[in-house]
Structures are given as C-alpha cells and as structure tokens.
C-alpha cells in the first residue's frame, strides 16, 4: 500500500512537471509603456501593439503589408466608393461571450464615425455616414463621400471590433480602456503602469490551434542598452524594437537572432514652404541634392534600411519608383541651384528635432553635409512634449518658427491615400493633420482626390503615380529614405516580429 501511494505520487509529481514545462511564456521588454487598452482612443505603436493580442480588425495586414481579410471574409463596393457591403466571419465570439455580428460591427463603427466622442481616431472614420444591418452576417456601410482607401482604412490598428455589451457596461472612457474585450486570441489579465501588462491565452478563440503560448508579458524599458542586457542575460524573450546601432552585440550569442524586416516608415526633413526662400522650388531640390542618404543610413541606423525613390516607401499599396530628378549626392548641383535661386552665399536655416540620441546624432550628420553645399544649420533639439506644442501646436502658419523638421511618418493603413494625403493635401495643413511643410498644389490636391474618388484599382494607382511624379519634382520636404525594422529574439523562438508599419506581431509566436 504505502508502495502503491509512493508511485502515485511520483507519477502525480512528473505529471505536475511536464505540465509545466509545456505551459509557455513569452516575455518582451519595449521601449515605453502603453497609454490605455482603447485602440479607438490610441495613437502611439506600443499600445497598439499590445492591444493587438486583445482586439481584431475586419481586415488585417500579413507581414507584407498586404490587406487581407480577417473577421470580415469579403466585400462589394459601387463604382464611385460610397457604398461598401462587408461579409463577416461566423462562429466568431467575443472574449465574454457576445457573439461577433453585424450588429457588433454597427455599434462598433457607429463609435469611431461618431465626431462628438472625442476619441484620438474619431478623424480617421469621418468619412462614414451610416452603418445597416443587412443580415446577421452582412452589413452595408455608407459614406458621406467617395473614399477608394476605405477598405485599407478598416485595416487601421484602431478599427477594432470591442464586445458591444463592454461598450454599453463601461460608458466611460477612464474605465473602458482598463477593461477591454474583443475577439483576440488573448485576454486581458492586468496593467501595472510602468511595470507590465499581463495577457493570457483565450481559450475559446476562433482560429483553432492558437495561440501557442498560455501568457504573454510586456514590460516597458526605455533604456536601448537595458533592453539588450535584458535579452542577452535571458530575462526577456525578445525586444522591441532593437536599436540598429546595437544590433551587432547580438550577432556572436548563438542563443540569440535579429528578426530583419522592411519597414513603411519614412523618414524626412519638412521644409517651411511659407519661408520665402524655402517656397522656392529650386532652393528644396537643393536641399534634396545636398544628401548622401546612404551615409544618412549608415549614421541613423547602421545602415539597415533602403534611401528614398518617392514620396512614399516601397511596402505602400501604389508606390512608384521616381527617377527624375535623380536626386544623387551632388553638392555642386546644390550650390548652382541655391545660387540660380538668388542665394549665391548659401542659407542660414534652422533645423528641429526631438532630443532623442538617433535623431540629434542624425541631425548633427545632415547639419555637416548640408553646409558643404551653403546651408548652414542651427540645431534645436526639443523633447517631445515640446516639440508636439511648438511644431502641431501652430494654429496660424505664419508663426512656425522652424525652417526644417527632422521626423519620420507611418503609412498605417498601409495605402497611398495615407502616406500622401496627411503630409501634402493643402487641407491638411497643421493644426488639421500633419502637413507640417505647409505645402500647397492644386495638381497634388487633384491627383489626392482622385484617387479616393474610386474603389478601381486601376484608377487609383494611376491618381497616385501622378501625385508622386508632381511631388517628387517639387519636393516639399527633403526626402531621406526607410530604415528596416529590427526585433532581437532568442534563436527558438518564432512569430515576434513587426509589421512594416511599426506594429509588433506576436499573436503567432512559439518556441521550438
């Protein structure tokens, strides 16, 4: 008897045991810490990220950056893109056990159309004027205006689907984003703010045999060293992102590998066009010429990334290469365009920046090209709360202090209407969006707005090869180029890496 006992719990024990060491964790340090678990109401890439284990789109991106459809499985659309009639995928439910419909997509849409909320994103569905319940599994979508980049738009990390019955519990926004529930193969366990968020395998998830691992645990480290010493002293499964110019200290550990993926975000100098040199098309070509973007590459980001051929990066739906001008380094062609300009003894400009150490160090490196061909540059390094009052603050255009900004854009709908509408259209001038270079031309505009008059592919793509040949010649900014994106892992590990657009992917990791 007391033999009998002793095997059962031996056995009992190594059962125990095995248990455990099947149960997988993945634990990733990042950058900062998020600001809620309201995708609706975020606009910062670490919280979608995380909110992204939680919450599913209608359409999602692959890790090509190509739309793919995801609780939504098709859709029509009338020529002129002002009707879109959306399918949905059955036997879909949400974490508390709402089931995911058509009337779940209306409430759902209603919330980000509806320009009273007050949600960060509200501006991204303006153009959505009524949602209708078709059937429990279609609903058809009216737009208050042609908008060919809808379905791309649906595709954004805020376009979530939220369990209605959540929505109607916590009508506040301070108590909602604490409490979030979606359709995700994770739920929400806990956020200590500033130490971890907590994520555990939702068991009921629609997509059979995911997720791989039972907890996911992100914690914020803004420190670039503290989160490699974290992955190479094995704290941490992997990091995001990892800095390109410590990414050669993982390259000996044979624990350790270096996810290496294209990225969408383009990086620029905007150009005050209402700075009356700057508004003069030959001084910007100047600038554009004035640039080795390779060594810019090299400087900012170790060299890992592709120089710019257009006013938008390879991975945007539409991109078209642009080769003329052919803005080579050529700093004699900037002298005799900044003198054929009027300016024969070159410019005084000056150049803003975060303080952030890769973006004053490539500062600094475009402050010593740019004065071999005449600009010289006086650098403000500013953090970002300032830098958000100073630069999107400007309510009046004339009072933009700067002559040149140092920053970068993400296309996140992954389509052409995204990477050029926000940064060149004459209604997106700062306050209202993001055309901080307060850049104006009628043919742009033009081009822009054809471009969302139609869901024809064809035509679409025919808008925007025009609007990026007038843009490239024109050259509102100073265009620099698209650093790759970089994730630093253990070698066993598989399925954590980011999207073109910034975003991490992690809801198919496994270890091997």
């Given at each position: 008897?007391?033999?009998?006992?002793?095997?059962?719990?031996?056995?009992?024990?190594?059962?125990?045991?095995?248990?455990?060491?099947?149960?997988?964790?993945?634990?990733?340090?990042?950058?900062?810490?998020?600001?809620?678990?309201?995708?609706?109401?975020?606009?910062?890439?670490?919280?979608?990220?995380?909110?992204?284990?939680?919450?599913?789109?209608?359409?999602?991106?692959?890790?090509?950056?190509?739309?793919?459809?995801?609780?939504?499985?098709?859709?029509?659309?009338?020529?002129?893109?002002?009707?879109?009639v959306l399918t949905l995928r059955k036997g879909v439910t949400f974490q508390d056990g709402t089931p995911f419909d058509a009337q779940a997509v209306k409430v759902n849409l209603d919330r980000l159309a509806d320009q009273k909320k007050g949600l960060k994103r509200n501006s991204l569905y303006n153009m959505i004027s009524s949602v209708t319940v078709i059937t429990p599994n279609q609903v058809r979508i009216d737009l208050n205006r042609p908008f060919g980049a809808f379905i791309n738009t649906l595709a954004h990390p805020s376009a979530?689907?939220?369990?209605?019955?959540?929505?109607?519990?916590?009508?506040?926004?301070?108590?909602?984003?604490?409490?979030?529930?979606?359709?995700?193969?994770?739920?929400?366990?806990?956020?200590?703010?500033?130490?971890?968020?907590?994520?555990?395998?939702?068991?009921?998830?629609?997509?059979?045999?995911?997720?791989?691992?039972?907890?996911?645990?992100?914690?914020?480290?803004?420190?670039?060293?503290?989160?490699?010493?974290?992955?190479?002293?094995?704290?941490?499964?992997?990091?995001?992102?990892?800095?390109?110019?410590?990414?050669?200290?993982?390259?000996?550990?044979?624990?350790?590998?270096?996810?290496?993926?294209?990225?969408?975000?383009?990086?620029?100098?905007?150009?005050?066009?209402?700075?009356?040199?700057?508004?003069?098309?030959?001084?910007?070509?100047?600038?554009?010429?004035?640039?080795?973007?390779?060594?810019?590459?090299?400087?900012?980001?170790?060299?890992?990334?592709?120089?710019?051929?257009?006013?938008?990066?390879?991975?945007?739906?539409?991109?078209?290469?642009?080769?003329?001008?052919?803005?080579?380094?050529?700093?004699?062609?900037?002298?005799?365009?900044?003198?054929?300009?009027?300016?024969?003894?070159?410019?005084?400009?000056?150049?803003?920046?975060?303080?952030?150490?890769?973006?004053?160090?490539?500062?600094?490196?475009?402050?010593?090209?740019?004065?071999?061909?005449?600009?010289?540059?006086?650098?403000?390094?500013?953090?970002?709360?300032?830098?958000?009052?100073?630069?999107?603050?400007?309510?009046?255009?004339?009072?933009?202090?700067?002559?040149?900004?140092?920053?970068?854009?993400?296309?996140?709908?992954?389509?052409?209407?995204?990477?050029?509408?926000?940064?060149?259209?004459?209604?997106?001038?700062?306050?209202?969006?993001?055309?901080?270079?307060?850049?104006?031309?009628?043919?742009?505009?033009?081009?822009?707005?054809?471009?969302?008059?139609?869901?024809?592919?064809?035509?679409?793509?025919?808008?925007?090869?025009?609007?990026?040949?007038?843009?490239?010649?024109?050259?509102?900014?100073?265009?620099?180029?698209?650093?790759?994106?970089?994730?630093?892992?253990?070698?066993?590990?598989?399925?954590?890496?980011?999207?073109?657009?910034?975003?991490?992917?992690?809801?198919?990791?496994?270890?091997?």
């Amino acid at each position: 008897m007391t033999l009998f006992r002793r095997s059962s719990l031996a056995l009992g024990l190594s059962l125990f045991m095995a248990g455990a060491a099947y149960a997988q964790d993945l634990h990733i340090s990042m950058y900062a810490d998020i600001t809620g678990m309201d995708p609706q109401d975020t606009s910062d890439n670490i919280s979608y990220s995380v909110q992204s284990g939680v919450f599913e789109r209608l359409f999602q991106f692959d890790p090509a950056m190509k739309l793919i459809p995801w609780l939504a499985t098709g859709y029509t659309s009338n020529a002129d893109a002002t009707e879109f009639v959306l399918t949905l995928r059955k036997g879909v439910t949400f974490q508390d056990g709402t089931p995911f419909d058509a009337q779940a997509v209306k409430v759902n849409l209603d919330r980000l159309a509806d320009q009273k909320k007050g949600l960060k994103r509200n501006s991204l569905y303006n153009m959505i004027s009524s949602v209708t319940v078709i059937t429990p599994n279609q609903v058809r979508i009216d737009l208050n205006r042609p908008f060919g980049a809808f379905i791309n738009t649906l595709a954004h990390p805020s376009a979530v689907m939220w369990s209605p019955a959540v929505l109607n519990k916590y009508p506040s926004e301070t108590e909602l984003r604490l409490h979030p529930v979606g359709t995700g193969p994770f739920t929400f366990v806990d956020w200590q703010p500033g130490k971890e968020v907590h994520l555990e395998k939702y068991a009921g998830y629609w997509d059979k045999g995911w997720p791989k691992v039972d907890n996911v645990y992100f914690s914020p480290s803004p420190e670039d060293a503290t989160r490699v010493a974290e992955l190479k002293s094995g704290q941490v499964d992997a990091i995001y992102p990892l800095p390109s110019d410590l990414a050669v200290s993982l390259k000996d550990d044979s624990k350790l590998d270096i996810q290496r993926d294209p990225s969408i975000y383009m990086y620029y100098m905007a150009v005050n066009n209402q700075h009356k040199p700057l508004g003069d098309v030959r001084v910007r070509q100047a600038l554009n010429y004035a640039i080795d973007r390779e060594i810019w590459l090299k400087v900012a980001f170790a060299g890992m990334g592709t120089p710019a051929t257009s006013a938008m990066p390879v991975g945007v739906q539409f991109y078209q290469k642009q080769t003329d001008p052919k803005y080579s380094y050529d700093p004699a062609k900037a002298k005799a365009l900044l003198a054929a300009a009027g300016y024969p003894r070159g410019l005084d400009l000056k150049l803003w920046c975060t303080n952030t150490t890769s973006a004053v160090r490539a500062a600094q490196f475009l402050k010593a090209q740019l004065a071999a061909s005449g600009f010289r540059l006086t650098i403000t390094p500013m953090d970002s709360g300032m830098r958000d009052a100073k630069l999107w603050g400007v309510t009046q255009p004339a009072k933009a202090g700067f002559d040149l900004y140092y920053g970068g854009w993400s296309t996140s709908t992954g389509d052409a209407d995204w990477a050029l509408r926000p940064l060149y259209a004459t209604q997106s001038w700062v306050p209202v969006s993001y055309n901080v270079s307060y850049y104006s031309n009628p043919a742009v505009d033009k081009a822009i707005n054809e471009g969302l008059a139609t869901a024809d592919p064809a035509k679409r793509a025919a808008a925007y090869a025009d609007a990026q040949k007038i843009l490239w010649k024109d050259a509102p900014v100073t265009f620099l180029g698209t650093p790759d994106n970089l994730v630093g892992k253990r070698k066993d590990l598989s399925g954590v890496s980011m999207l073109p657009d910034g975003n991490l992917l992690f809801t198919h990791a496994q270890f091997h």
